[in-house]
């Protein structure tokens, strides 16, 4: 008896610590989901595949229309509206990642500490203001999750996708 109850009592307290990891992922997912969805309803784009289509923070959704040479780009503000912006790839000559830092001194000690994290697009016309998505933002996140890298990988995406 001694054992059984051993055994259950650590099904139980394993049950309690796994049971809200796993309902927490789903919650990320079907928000994830709805925000694609959301991307896909007001660019008014049917033709993006899942694997065009990325998700972070449960408020940014970007997705590249291949067929189109379009980038989507979608923020949900806090209000609960959004922002879209649509970009034609076709006027873009160039993506690079780019990050802006600030400095702060602890004692003798400077640190530099990135404050944002954006997507520039040049233009062929040199004359007229690169587009820029801001994917990273200090004032609007506390911490950065892996948005360098996010803005890495899709530089590279939409620089494969130009050439």
């Known amino acids: 008896m001694n054992q059984l109850t051993l055994i259950l009592l650590s099904v139980a307290l394993i049950g309690m610590v796994c049971l809200p990891l796993i309902l927490n992922h789903f919650k990320q997912k079907n928000k994830g989901n709805l925000l694609k969805e959301k991307l896909k309803s007001e660019a008014q784009v049917e033709n993006l595949n899942s694997g065009d289509i990325e998700t972070w923070r449960e408020n940014y959704c970007m997705g590249l229309d291949q067929e189109n040479q379009h980038l989507i780009f979608l923020n949900v503000l806090d209000e609960g509206e959004s922002r879209l912006q649509k970009i034609d790839l076709a006027l873009v000559r160039l993506c690079r990642p780019i990050r802006n830092f600030r400095e702060t001194i602890h004692g003798k000690e400077k640190r530099r500490i990135i404050n944002k994290v954006s997507l520039v697009l040049d233009r062929y016309d040199e004359q007229a203001k690169p587009f820029t998505i801001d994917m990273y933002d200090e004032d609007q996140s506390d911490y950065m999750i892996n ?16 050439n």
């Open 147 to 162: 948005e360098w890298e996010l803005a890495q990988s899709w530089a590279k995406r939409i620089n494969d996708l130009r």
